[in-house]
């Protein structure tokens, strides 16, 4: 048995997490924008107990035009890795391929950056855009890992069940771009579900789009939709909300 196999059957079921890394956006803008407060009023209140003060903020951009550029170049970069990763909870998760594709997207992220600081420079600005992003191996044996992208998988199907149920064109659209590149957490039999879900999901929108045409309702047409495949692949991410207890099955039940 292999350790992935064991971390499933831990939790009471199989999570077979593919092989990958944690991508974690690291991209921070600076300087150029100071905040000076100014001590107004201060006063006693609560008898003497407490005290009240009153100040006034002034704010001081050295380059207007710089600084929106800045946040501007740094959404960009932000996206860069959205593009090139699955979202998963507080980190992004990313195969070979994907880290493969955002290193060669990342050279022109940095080409941005380099240009846009050497302008803020010139222009005598302090304002600056660092752009990067940290990325190392995600530990498939770790049990916390497992739970963590299985409930993403999860989480992201029902979402997509539930906008097609309600026949919500833009609750559709946003669950759709929500489950891009879902089938990379997975492996075998789980990412084919994942895949046969996603699947689906054009032939239920063009019933949708059928029943609009008739004059049906849309919450009316989205209960009739089939979509057992999602549903049957949410089952296989499912887990019991309080895991069993470890069994230790000896050394050799580990197996290569």
């Keep these: 048995m292999t350790t992935k196999a064991l971390v499933g059957q831990v939790l009471g079921t199989t999570i077979n997490i593919a092989p990958g890394f ?12 100071t905040y000076d407060r100014v001590l107004l009023d201060e006063r006693s209140i609560n008898g003497g107990e407490g005290q009240e003060t009153e100040h006034k903020v002034d704010k001081r951009v050295d380059h207007v035009a710089l600084v929106h550029e800045s946040e501007q170049l740094a959404s960009r970069a932000r996206y860069v890795v959205k593009r090139s990763c699955t979202l998963c909870g507080a980190f992004y998760f990313a195969d070979d391929a994907q880290v493969a594709q955002l290193a060669a997207d990342w050279l022109a992220v940095e080409s941005w950056a380099m240009d846009f600081n050497l302008r803020a420079s010139e222009a005598g600005s302090a304002r600056r855009v660092h752009v990067a992003y940290l990325q190392f191996p995600l530990a498939v044996d770790n049990i916390k890992a497992v739970q963590q992208c299985a409930k993403t998988v999860r989480e992201c199907l029902q979402a997509l069940r539930e906008a097609l149920r309600s026949g919500d064109g833009k609750a559709i659209a946003n669950a759709v771009a929500r489950s891009k590149n879902l089938d990379r957490l997975a492996t075998g039999v789980q990412a084919d579900s994942i895949r046969y879900a996603l699947e689906c999901v054009a032939a239920a929108k063009a019933k949708l789009r059928e029943a609009e045409k008739a004059k049906q309702s849309p919450e009316s047409a989205g209960r009739s939709l089939d979509l057992d495949a999602i549903e049957a692949a949410e089952a296989l991410f499912t887990m019991p909300e309080t895991p069993p207890a470890p069994v230790d099955m000896g050394d050799e039940s580990l197996g290569s």
């Design 22 to 33: 944690v991508v974690l956006d690291a991209t921070t803008v600076g300087g150029g924008v």
